[in-house]
């Protein structure tokens, strides 16, 4: 199988309550996740894509595995996800994260917990300068025999969109 991606980050200019330009990862030439990110003066939020036959990985994957293996060997662990806000806004707390579904195989003492599907990440977050923000990124997405790391940088606007964003439907990270 063909080792080869490429991640295509498209920056652009942004209009007040406009979600950054997607930040798209490839494999071959197929499309396999895409994120999305933007600050409502209240939240930076995370909008995560995953395609058809692709995860991803929650923020806690790591401490969740290790829970369920109560000081037990494994085969491995794959990698969180990992978020840094920047360049005029501050997270306050901890983030929160869709409730992410259970990938594991506890027969391999193998435990991992992630996405399909669409996503959410989102932290409450300041203005702390006059930016512009950027979100960056760090996570993985697999598909059935191929994993892919993920790197990305997303430019988020400081002009509040007042949009509504309704964390009560995501969980806190552990």
Same mark, same amino acid.
């Given at each position: ?52 036959? $692709?995860? !991803?990985?929650?923020?806690?994957? /790591? @401490?969740?595995?290790? #829970? ?41 003492? $193998?435990? !991992?917990?992630?996405?399909?599907? /669409? @996503?959410?990440?989102? #932290? ?51």
């Amino acid at each position: 199988m063909k080792t080869f991606f490429a991640i295509a980050v498209f920056a652009s200019v942004l209009s007040a309550g406009e979600w950054s330009t997607p930040s798209e990862v490839f494999h071959d030439d197929k499309r396999c996740v895409s994120y999305r990110a933007r600050w409502n003066g209240e939240y930076v939020i995370v909008e995560v894509s995953v395609d058809p036959g $692709w995860h !991803t990985f929650a923020m806690d994957n /790591k @401490a969740r595995h290790e #829970a369920m293996l109560k000081g037990k060997p494994s085969l491995g662990v794959e990698k969180d996800t990992t978020i840094a806000v920047s360049g005029g806004l501050a997270v306050e707390g901890k983030w929160l994260q869709t409730n992410p579904q259970d990938f594991s195989k506890p027969e391999l003492r $193998w435990f !991992t917990y992630g996405f399909e599907g /669409k @996503a959410y990440f989102a #932290a409450k977050a300041q203005k702390t300068g006059a930016g512009p923000a950027q979100v960056h990124l760090k996570a993985q997405a697999c598909a059935k025999e191929i994993c892919k790391n993920i790197d990305v940088t997303m430019p988020v606007t400081l002009a509040a969109d007042s949009v509504a964003f309704d964390a009560g439907s995501l969980q806190p990270v552990r």
